[in-house]
């Protein structure tokens, strides 16, 4: 039997090591881990306009990544009133903090790529998918209305079912030339259903993943409804 | 006559039977089904369960040796808490290291690098082993075990991501794709799927975690029909 002055010692000596040696390996770590971290977000947001890159996602380097958001890239922040708010960067703003917040007091981030064709706007969206949280982006062109490409993520789907719509590109595909508009100028945004009726504004769920599928729809309503006062200000005065 | 005593003392019969015990005889998941906790969560991608299996062996090696260092100084009284220190410490470096160099996988990876702090495998190799045996032979345990263990995770791994996707390795730099059809999007190393093998329907129930819980129980029933020491008569 050990005394217990002893076992005090054993402990604080062990925890004092143990802290050191992590607190050093933190530090060591730290600026690569949190460039990872902001790489990976971009290259989330990028795969929302892959087709309009030079090149395939995969191909970017991760500092070629970081160098597309400061030269082709802008960003700015609006409100759900359609106002740009000054000096805040989409980038400063987390959509999950901001998802906590009642709908109009919450602050959206917007992507502007300057593609060849003309300013591609990227929205961010967020919501719950079966089991935890999902995400995504969403492209429009230039005019605001057609889709250009969607992007999404999940915290915790289903692998081989609601995790398609992260891990299957033609679910990302289905999203492309969709109008978010109806012909009399109303936001109808898109929907995600099992039996597509309307082409234009509807897009075919992933089978064995309704309510994942759902979600994504539930999100993409909500979502792009934020910005409905940012778009309609952008589309042309008819 | 003495160097080669002393090699026999370093790596003699007992020493052997440390690290290859546990690939068969002794497997920590098919045999004392443990750890089967992270073998359904992992097992999704093989490139995942090597990861995993590294991180494991990285933990269990290192956590056995330091233990077996500082056993006769370990108070009996609080010796769990000691070898938790011990096994955490080395899980966050594990963590730390993969968040900075290989920031998808440790995504991929996610709770289930920390959830290695509970892996009985661990802990149950140092209460057993580490804290009656030298720092060598229970480095080598470490290594066993891990080894027994890694070879299961990529057993399955390799049923599921074959069946179940069509691919091998993916997520990695040298992914294939055998079966099936492939996804345009990503570049493979090999590609054989477009000829006569494009026939095939990927199974989802395979991508699925429970489909490893079949494969762990058809490796046990192969296993003890081939072992027949492993066969509870009574």
């Known amino acids: 039997m050990h005394s217990t002055g002893y076992i005090i010692k054993f402990t604080v000596i062990l925890t004092l090591i143990s802290g050191l040696i992590l607190s050093g390996m933190f530090y060591a770590t730290e600026p690569a881990a949190r460039k990872n971290e902001q790489v990976f977000a971009k290259r989330g947001i990028l795969t929302a306009i892959e087709p309009y890159l030079d090149k395939p996602l995969s191909q970017f380097s991760d500092d070629e990544v970081l160098d597309l958001f400061h030269t082709q890239m802008d960003q700015f922040v609006v409100n759900t009133k359609g106002e740009v708010l000054k000096d805040l960067k989409a980038d400063d703003i987390s959509i999950e903090a901001e998802f906590k917040k009642p709908a109009e007091a919450r602050r959206l981030p917007v992507y502007v790529y300057k593609s060849k064709e003309g300013p591609i706007t990227i929205l961010s969206v967020y919501g719950n998918g079966l089991w935890d949280k999902i995400w995504g982006y969403i492209a429009l062109k230039p005019d605001y209305n057609t889709i250009a490409g969607a992007a999404f993520d999940h915290k915790g789907e289903t692998p081989g079912l609601g995790a398609e719509i992260k891990d299957n590109p033609a679910f990302r595909k289905r999203f492309i030339g969709k109008k978010i508009f109806d012909d009399a100028g109303r936001l109808v945004s898109v929907h995600v259903k099992k039996k597509v009726t309307d082409p234009a504004h509807e897009v075919d769920g992933i089978t064995g993943a309704t309510l994942t599928s759902d979600g994504v729809s539930d999100m993409l309503v909500h979502g792009i409804g934020l910005y409905e006062a940012f778009l309609k200000n952008k589309l042309p005065k008819s | ?234």
């Open chain 2, 1 to 234: 006559m003495t160097t080669t005593k002393q090699k026999s003392k370093l790596f003699g019969p007992k020493e052997r039977r440390l690290l290859i015990d546990p690939l068969n005889d002794n497997n920590p998941i098919t045999v004392q089904i443990l750890g089967i906790c992270s073998a359904l969560a992992v097992t999704s991608l093989v490139y995942k369960a090597v990861v995993m299996a590294v991180a494991v062996m990285f933990v269990i090696a290192l956590s056995n040796l330091i233990t077996a260092l500082v056993r006769n100084y370990i108070p009996s009284q609080v010796r769990m808490i000691a070898q938790l220190v011990i096994i955490a410490t080395l899980v966050t470096i594990v963590e730390l290291t993969l968040k900075a160099n290989n920031y998808a996988i440790y995504k991929e990876l996610s709770v289930f690098i920390g959830l290695i702090i509970t892996n009985c495998i661990v802990m149950g190799r140092l209460e057993a082993f580490a804290m009656s045996n030298s720092p060598w032979r229970s480095f080598l345990d470490g290594i066993g075990n891990s080894l027994g263990y890694g070879i299961i995770l990529v057993i399955v791994g390799i049923v599921r991501e074959l069946f179940g996707r069509g691919t091998l390795f993916a997520g990695s730099p040298i992914q294939l794709n055998i079966i099936g059809k492939s996804n345009e999007s990503v570049q493979y190393l090999i590609d054989t799927s477009h000829g006569w093998m494009s026939w095939y329907t990927n199974n989802g129930l395979l991508a699925l975690p429970v489909s490893s819980l079949f494969i762990i129980g058809i490796i046990v029933w192969i296993q003890r029909s081939y072992n027949r020491k492993l066969v509870d008569v009574s």
